[in-house]
């Protein structure tokens, strides 16, 4: 296992489950257990929150300025990806008030193409590296994948992890990965998709949260969006918890992305909710928190109006690029 | 790595959402039921208030002794005239009809009971409610069936059932009472307590719509007196009480060489044991659901919280952050995680009691969050480096109190769980299910709850050991309590 990258502040006991393969499987295998009656009855109990009015005004605004506008399709060319881009610079023309979005997320050889179309706007360049969505390849051509992406303009670099790798007990070969590939990013941010739907449980996605965070990546990611359950609260709950279990312990901020299968504003205003009373109020921030999504924009946008205009106007009033 | 520090958060509040309190339709005057009919008490007219607000709610006519005695022969003539004769079918298809009803009315009756109680809306929406219903649903399929519950081919009623039920939870103790009793073939005369007389009226107007014979289910109005007027009648076959320690053993001694049936069931000081393999996160959850469920007024509230010692400060962190977004305020209000105290009275002995564990060493934590100006409220308080010896680890205080023990070893923490005069409930937090099951067998408890706490269900039976009294409500069990083997006859 490469110690590469090793925080200095990181207090003893984390900086220990780095030193080899043994010692990070001894500190996984020392995390509490998940209970999942309790952990899902949480969730669903924070799902009833209401959220009206100024309230519901403000998380649509926010939801909006965390959304990674994803488009990852086989089919993706440069003038879906242009349009895509001009949809996050101005999401409602009619409303120029509304926020743009966190970032767009494309696949690394459509980076070039979006990073033209974002010159000189904050928002991210988001890619999926690393043989996404399986990663079943070589560490070389993941890094050679990460390489391309952030060469031709990608801010944020979204990988994914060696799931067999994971499953088999090879958590050392995971971690390596993401320490290289945080290697290879820098100071560019990287996120680390867990895919859930593969893992199974919820003491391992526990495992992989903070397999990930020791290795050093910037965000926690539900999925990939190509598997089935993508983002659910209860998983999304597991992941506050980690990261906020981690700032108690180091005082680093890291991030969560819950994506695929958020399409409307109240899932999304759920997602808000638990952000705040899990993780903590400071989570409310597209720094730390955003959503992978290519639909739930456009939902979010026609709730904003129904809020503004009073009244709803239907899907043909947003833009469906 | 990411070390930015956030920024200033950003102000989220929650949108109020408020219940109306025109769906409890609360009536300027309520009467008590005896015989079939509203009727007048009595007595002289009381006012329930609402906890939340300390407004008026109603006036409640309120029984005397000779209402006692009325609706104590009402049950008699109802069980001779009707009750016995009918089938076991027959009956289950009255308790359906009273399910259902219950069901439909179930956004009345929850506004009604959050009005009158103080709890908040979504508890008496999502639990109070519908456990209610759901009492009178698994009793209602017995009835026909009760030759089958193990208790002799042809179990026979007791007759007359006296019945008296507390304030913490006024509709779910009332259907915990009246659905067995019926089912079994008795006829009930039962008694709310007087800050919480409503749901239980509003259930009266149930009874009448289903068209329940006169007599079957008769209900009194009044304070302790008429309680014990009702549990010391000559007529009354049966005595179900649910309250405080101290009344009950009043009530064992009245009753002692009268030969009437008596289940008790009392106080608690539960102890909520979490081990340092438990799933921390949802230990915590348990915890707080624990002792602030119902602001604590639960006889079997996890009030004694036994952690061990390796993972004490971790968890009494995690559980102040946690308490940290309860939401204390407005019980009608859809997001209000903590209501109101139900009565003055209540508060002034919660405050009281707290205050004591202050002077006898513990350290006091409380939650800051806002107090609404009117209306009786105490902040969701935490007591750590308690000791048994202290009076807060020892005596029930009904309220959203936690006191915080520590233990070493599986067998300190049974003794220190087990030193207590009572013994309702327990709850055990650990990934081990052998452990589970050891310490399930050697807590003296009648509820032993692992991984979870203050769950209900009508399949379960509920009573306590040592002072929480005597008998089981729910389950075979339960029903056992309100039949007599036909032998005995």
New interface residues.
Partial sequence: MTTA?V?P?LPSHLADARVDEASLKRFLRGL????P???E??SAGLA?????????K??ID?AISMVDLTTLEGADTAGKVRSLAAKARRPDPDNPDTPTVAAVCVYPDMVATAAAELAGTSIGIASVATAFPSGRSSLAIKIADTQLALDSGATEIDMVIDRGAFLSGNVGKVFDEIVAIKGVCGST?LKVILEIGELGTYDNVRQASWLALLA?G?FIKTSTGKISPAATLPVTQVML?AVRDWR?QT?????VKPAGGIRTTKDAIKY??MV??IA??????S??FRFGASSLLNDLLMQRRTQTDGHYSGPNYVTVD | MTTASAAQPLQWDYAPAPESAAIGRIKPRYQPYINGHFVDGGGVDDVTINPGTEEALATVSQCDDANVDAAVKAARTGYDKYWSKLSGAERGKYLFRIARAIAERSRELAVVETLDNGKPIKESRDVDVPTAAAHFFYHAGWADKLQHAGLGAHPQPLGVAGQVIPWNFPLLMAAWKIAPALAAGNTVVIKPAETTPLSLLVLAEIFAEADLPPGVVNILTGAGDVGSALVNHPGVDKVAFTGSTNVGKKIQASLAGTGRKLTLELGGKAANIVFDDAPIDQAVEGIVNGIFFNQGHVCCAGSRLLVQESIAEEVLAKLKDRIGTLRLGNPMDKNTDIGAINSAAQLARITALADTGEGEGATRWTSSCAIPDRGFYFPPTIFSNVSQSMRISREEIFGPVLSVLTFRTPDEAIAKANNTPYGLSAGVWTEKGSRILGMAGALKAGVVWANTFNRFDPTAAFGGYKESGFGREGGLSGLAAYLRPELEA
């Fill in positions: 990258h925080s502040a509490p257990g998940v209970d009656v309790g952990l009855q949480r009833t929150r209401s959220i009206k009015k100024g309230a519901k403000q998380a926010l941010r050093g910037d918890q108690d005082g680093e901020y890291r991030a808000l909710v705040n009373e903590g109020p400071e989570w409310l921030d720094h730390l």
